[in-house]
């Protein structure tokens, strides 16, 4: 996405909060493991446990949507206008390699603000919860982006 949108009415955006994306499973590979772990200059974990740096992309993916997605639903004006505020990553049990786990994802909050510098913005919460074959809760992401306004 490249072009400008007009900046969407707040109730829009106050209207995503609840949005869910179909789910499903995901299984992380040793090679996927090995590759995400290399990548951060650790060995591997023992046990064929997984690197949390997984829960980057994992979630996204195993949920059945994508960052292209995530941008459309808050009408990004751009690729460019969206702003991270934070990734909070909760592991509950380790995860592990050729294990798969199903997950959910939801939008939880969607508000309009205005930044000290007289900037519009809008704030969209995405949760992203990974789950074990017998349904007990393995990790929650909580992804916060600021979709800013008017840069265009």
């Known amino acids: 996405m490249?072009?400008?949108?007009p900046i969407p009415p707040e109730a829009e955006?106050?209207?995503?909060?609840?949005?869910?994306?179909?789910?499903g499973t995901y299984t992380v590979?040793?090679?996927e493991n090995f590759l995400l772990t290399e990548c951060t200059g650790a060995d591997l974990l023992p046990g064929g446990m997984v690197h949390?740096?997984?829960?980057?992309?994992m979630p996204i993916l195993g949920s059945k949507t994508t960052i292209g997605e995530m941008f459309a639903l808050?009408?990004?004006?751009?690729?460019?206008?969206?702003?991270i505020e934070s990734?909070?990553?909760?592991?509950?049990?380790?995860?592990?390699?050729?294990?798969?786990?199903n997950i959910s994802g939801k939008i939880i909050s969607a508000?309009?603000?205005t930044s000290r510098n007289?900037?519009?913005?809008?704030?969209?919460?995405?949760?992203?919860?990974?789950?074990?074959?017998?349904?007990?809760?393995?990790a929650r992401t909580t992804i916060t982006w600021h979709y800013r306004r008017g840069l265009l």
Do not use: C, N
Not at 2 to 5: F, H, I, N, P
Not at 52 to 57: A, C, D
Not at 74 to 83: L, P, V, Y
């Open 2 to 5: 490249t072009a400008s949108r």
């Open 29 to 31: 590979e040793h090679w």
């Open 111 to 113: 508000s309009r603000h």
């Open 13 to 23: 955006i106050a209207g995503i909060v609840g949005h869910t994306f179909p789910g």
């Open 74 to 83: 808050g009408q990004a004006e751009s690729d460019f206008s969206i702003g």
């Open 87 to 101: 990734y909070d990553w909760e592991m509950f049990v380790p995860l592990k390699e050729d294990v798969p786990y």
């Open 52 to 57: 949390p740096v997984v829960l980057f992309h």
């Open 118 to 138: 007289d900037r519009l913005y809008d704030r969209i919460q995405f949760q992203f919860e990974v789950a074990q074959a017998d349904g007990t809760l393995a």
